[in-house]
């Protein structure tokens, strides 16, 4: 379950879709962003654009707090980025590529290592995870609105119920003031 909740906090919302880095992939299949973007390359034709794209760099520098916030919440499978970190080399001059929930299966086809297929699985797990969690809010926030109308309704009846009750009082206090006036004429 923690590697299911350590892969969705690196699953990001760009251009409509939720996608992972390249260098995610390769932290989580242990191995280099280098070596799993050559395969990819390699096999080019298994990844249409709505598969795999690269960033541009207004869409990196976006990303980039988010990464720093969540790098500094997360040590374990960050092999890359601490030997990255200690010399030369520590900033990538390629912007990445991301990988859409497609993407990330296709991969599976390419990368054969018993880490890949596992971790693989995981992060399948993860977007059926994450899509789950968007439905239930949107679930919940369809119940709200429902919830709302019924309320306004009510209101409407609830003021309908006040102004009747109004007039009743209204009524009996006319038919009081009826009944205590003074009388004209012979009394007995």
Sequence with gaps: MQIIKSIQN???ELRGERV???RDLAAL???ETKALNLA?????KRFPSDFMFQLTKEEFEGLRFQIETLEKQETPL???NETIKNGRGQHSKYLPYAFTEQGVAMLSGILNSDKAITMNIAIMRAFVE?????FRQNDLKEQLKQIKERLGEHDAQLNHIYDAMEN?????AAQRKWDDRDRIGFKK
């Design 20 to 22: 992972m880095l390249d």
């Design 78 to 80: 960050r092999l890359q």
């Design 130 to 134: 994450v899509r789950r969690i968007l």
């Design 168 to 172: 009743l009082l209204d009524e009996k």
């Design 29 to 31: 299949y242990e191995t």
């Design 10 to 12: 690196r699953i990001y």
């Design 40 to 44: 990819v390359k390699r096999n080019l």
